[in-house]
């Protein structure tokens, strides 16, 4: 079974940064949309980030103009750049791979998590 490892998370302060990266145990081919979402305790999962292969870009309201996710196809890597982060970014960050070369039948790539702390 393939699945996707995360690194960068941890303890920061507010207005500080953190970069989260993310790359599978094994290659994944027929990539399509790499995502970052994120588990804030008590809420609900959501959605942060999102590429596609022509790296076009969507973000969270909150997060936008703060966080930018970027993408090596090469490397099958996705990356998340934080920054001024605030304590309402505290949270399990998860990487999701959607793969597949039909739409209709792609399939969902999850890492474990990695927690970000941001606090003082």
């Known amino acids: 079974q393939v699945q996707l490892l995360e690194f960068g998370g941890g303890l920061v302060q507010p207005g500080g940064s953190l970069r989260l990266s993310c790359a599978p145990s094994?290659?994944?081919?027929?990539?399509?949309?790499m995502n970052w979402h994120r588990q804030a305790p008590g809420k609900e999962r959501e959605l942060v980030a999102a590429i596609t292969p022509e790296d076009n870009t969507y973000y969270l309201d909150s997060v936008k103009g703060r966080f930018t996710i970027s993408r090596d196809d090469a490397k099958n890597t996705v990356t998340l750049q934080m920054n001024n982060l605030t304590p309402e970014d505290t949270a399990v960050y998860y990487c999701?791979?959607?793969?597949?070369?039909?739409?209709?039948?792609?399939?969902?790539?999850w890492g474990k998590g990695t927690l970000v702390t941001v606090s003082s």
């Open positions: 999701n791979f959607k793969a597949g070369r039909v739409p209709g039948s792609q399939m969902d790539y």
């Open positions: 094994r290659r994944i081919f027929s990539i399509n949309t």
